[in-house]
């Protein structure tokens, strides 16, 4: 199993940035998956999930209406679509397949500051 997050970067509040994240290795058009992220000194939290088909989604209340995550189950690839940047987004975003098991990739770098 491989994931591989990418998009990241060093935006000001209020930008937009759009992460993606490759799987391979499982049948990614089978499982639901789902962004996850760390701060420093924080626990890793989950910020939002996607059914194995796309019709379900989920995002935690602090993006909600700010984030929207969807999937190309064609491309093997998840999505995350970041609004309205805030400094307390700044963090390392990761991908995860929940029922796939503990893999996690490198994880793609977001930093919102002025």
């Known amino acids: 199993v491989q994931l591989v997050e990418s998009g990241g970067g060093l935006v000001q509040p209020g930008a937009s940035l759009r992460l993606s994240c490759a799987a391979s290795?499982?049948?990614?058009?089978?499982?639901?998956m789902s962004w996850y992220r760390q701060a420093p000194g924080k626990e890793r939290e989950l910020v939002a999930g996607i059914s194995s088909l796309g019709g379900a989604t989920k995002y935690a209340d602090s993006v909600k209406g700010r984030f929207t995550i969807s999937r190309d189950n064609a491309k093997n690839t998840v999505y995350l679509q970041m609004n309205s940047l805030k400094p307390e987004d700044t963090a390392v975003y990761y991908c995860?397949?929940?029922?796939?098991?503990?893999?996690w990739g490198q994880g793609t770098q977001v930093t919102v500051s002025s």
């Open positions: 290795g499982f049948t990614f058009r089978r499982y639901d």
């Open positions: 995860n397949a929940p029922r796939v098991g503990d893999y």
